[in-house]
């Protein structure tokens, strides 16, 4: 009996110091790596070139063969931040400007990323292209968005002509795909003219009269929209003309991959998020590539929006406003736009 009570002191002993001596710590969150190790993963990775997987090692890859592309990480800035990458968690990350070569004379210019959420395991992504020896000069991460800014050429400049026109996108991940949100213009400044109609005259173009217009903006006071198009192929380009014929902004053109310009189906100059500026509408037609469930000459609109020095393009907006369809004309856009138009 004496032998059973004291083995019953020692389990209560023992019970009693267990659930009064310290509690065992908790786990660990894991512990985020610094920048420069986020920047050495980045510079040893794979990323999706044109549908080619593209290991890097320190910064650089290259393959045997005729046509092989060669590929060197810039020497322009790589921040690190939190990345958003449409999920709703947080990664941090950095992006890098690549240039690739595959044997001519073009140097293709291009972004990627590389992030991580857990310290552990890193993500490509795939490369936005940036032009034929055009200039990436800087590249930031803000409110979780990859922006880039660059340089481009004047119209018909030589491409040993060293780009001078700025301009920026904004980049964005989502479903670990890196995509364009939205692209920047600036209007001409001394600095950075973008030519003359007398150029654009002299390159085979003509002004279409009846989608041509003077306009007055905010941000450049009266000029002429000028809608204008090739003598020998079907194309179509805008501008904003002023008084002098100088080319103070070219309005880029974006449509489906591969689709064929067939004509301009209408252009305006309207309010369309509200905010009391002179915003841009094109519709264009074109030609869907073969396979696309869509047949025959098919509207895609595209707003410029007016911003302090130049115009943006927020691409989703585009992207929802085409979906929908409601691009057939200027009114169908401005409903649409109705509380669903970006405030920039």
Known sequence: MKRLLAYSLIILSAALAAACGPKAPPPQPAQLPTDDEIIAHALNHTYNWMDIPIKLTNGVYEKSGERAPICK????????????????????????????????????????????????QYTGTNSVDFGDRNTIH??????????????VRKYRESMATKPTV???????????????????????????GQGTMAD????????????????????????????????????????????????????????????EFARIRAVAAADVN????????????????AGAQETGPVPYASVHFQKDNGFVDDWLFADQLNDARQNADIQSVLEYAKGRAPQL
Not at 239 to 256: A, H, M, N, Q, S
Not at 274 to 289: C, F, K
Request: overall charge positive.
């Open 200 to 259: 654009l005259r002299k390159g085979g173009l003509e002004v279409i009269k009846e989608h041509s217009f003077p306009a007055e903006f905010a941000n450049c006071g009266k000029v002429q929209f000028t809608a204008m198009d090739y003598k020998s192929f079907r194309s179509a380009s805008f501008y904003l003309i002023g008084k002098d014929g100088d080319i103070l902004y070219t309005f880029p053109e974006r449509t489906r991959i591969g689709w």
């Open 138 to 151: 800087n590249i930031k991460i803000v409110n979780g968005d990859i922006v880039v800014d660059y340089l």
């Open 73 to 120: 990480v810039l020497d322009v800035p790589r921040p690190v931040g939190a990345l958003d990458t449409g999920g709703g968690g947080t990664a941090r990350g950095t992006a890098l400007a690549l240039a690739v070569n595959t044997g001519g004379s073009g140097t293709f210019v291009f972004v990627v990323a590389n992030y991580t959420t857990d310290g552990r």
């Open 274 to 289: 509200g905010d009391g500026l002179a915003d841009v509408i094109i519709i264009n037609e074109y030609n869907p590539v």
């Open 166 to 192: 700025p301009a920026t996108r904004v980049l964005a991940i989502k479903n670990s795909t890196l995509a364009v949100k939205r692209h920047i213009g600036y209007l001409a400044t001394a600095g950075t």
